[in-house]
């Protein structure tokens, strides 16, 4: 598995860019801002950025990292940025959430994060690594050990220790003193979702499998047609028409592996999936074979108007 998610010779790991910060808060509506006013790469990096984003020149460079590994900004073959559909959606002048007050955000921006092998750390910690509990050690030695095998030359083992050190921090809560708030332990927004926690020994941390209330199931049609579209292909190349339980709960690059479902959950919500969809995906147990069925295409806008649509509903559900 590892090798079919790595092995393309122009595969380029990724274990830098951040300049050794996680994602904050007020970064990626910032990011958007300014690219949605000026789309030039320049906007990173003139004189004025510094005033212009209110923090240093390596956050600077930071920002535009998690801006465009988070999916609100995409890059031309040419010297510019635009916002993609997702970062309009959430961050536009209508969009649906641009403080990142619902959770929904985080659970999208997680997804592009971890379901690519773009950012090797996320991608390989979630989607390959075995065991429920490490230790930052843990991570950096498979890396190396990945590395090696894949003969990444340049992948330093000191880069991608800090990198390692960058996704804890990113996704896990700061051990804080009793009187701590618990603002005071989130340093990254992704720690809300609460898919890695501390075990309370000294650098020792567990991936939280199971349900996660907080998840809509209008985010996880969007990840498993996402997931569909990048890693279901037919033998003519085009896209397949059916797509198998066991794929969609244990794949490396799954809603199953990066959401952390237990196969109960997903079992669970995928049955809903024909009414979520719109008709346009159905749920299929013929002959014990469990798998969807894709019944019809969904266009981008439609997907999009789908996942606004779970906006509005967890937003009803806070005002009852």
């Known amino acids: ?3 079919r998610s790595f092995a393309s010779e122009s595969y380029k790991p990724q274990f830098s860019g951040h300049e050794t910060f996680p994602l904050r808060y007020g970064w990626l509506k910032k990011a958007y801002d300014a690219v949605d006013r000026c789309g030039s790469k320049s906007v990173f990096v003139n004189d004025d950025a510094i005033a212009r984003f209110g923090v240093g020149k390596n956050m600077v460079t930071s920002m535009r990292h998690w801006a465009q590994s988070c999916g609100i900004i995409s890059e031309d073959d040419g010297d510019n940025f635009s916002p993609t559909p997702i970062g309009e959606m959430v961050f536009s002048k209508d969009g649906v959430d ?11 921006i997680h997804w592009f994060l971890s379901s690519r092998p773009n950012k090797t750390t996320c991608y390989w910690a979630f989607n390959h690594f075995h065991s429920s509990t490490f230790e930052r050690e843990n991570l950096v030695q498979g890396l190396i050990e990945l590395a090696k095998a894949q ?3 340049r992948a330093a083992a000191a880069t991608i220790k ?5 996704f804890v921090r990113l996704y896990a809560s700061k051990v804080t003193s009793a009187k701590g708030s618990h603002e005071d332990a989130l340093e ?12 309370g020994r000294l650098d020792g941390f567990r991936f939280v499998r199971g349900n996660k209330p907080t998840l809509n199931n209008e985010i996880l049609l969007y990840a498993l047609m996402d997931f569909w579209d990048q890693q279901s292909i037919d033998q003519d190349g085009g896209k397949a028409e059916t797509i198998s339980f066991e794929r969609i709960a244990h ?3 799954s809603p199953g592996r990066v959401f952390l479902l237990s196969e109960d959950d997903l079992y669970g919500r995928v049955q809903n999936v024909e009414d979520i969809s719109e008709g346009a995906i159905q749920w299929s147990e013929t002959a014990g074979l ?14 999009i108007r789908i996942v606004r649509s779970g906006y509005r509903v967890h937003e009803t559900e806070e005002r009852a």
């Open 251 to 253: 794949d490396p690059g």
């Open 1 to 3: 598995m590892i090798l």
């Open 151 to 153: 003969q990444w030359g």
């Open 290 to 303: 469990k798998q969807l069925i894709r019944r019809e295409e969904i266009e981008p806008k439609k997907i």
């Open 162 to 166: 800090r990198d390692v050190e960058c």
């Open 188 to 199: 990254s927004p992704l720690a809300e979702l609460g898919l890695i926690r501390s075990t």
């Open 98 to 108: 641009p403080y990142m007050e619902n959770p929904s955000t985080l659970w999208l």
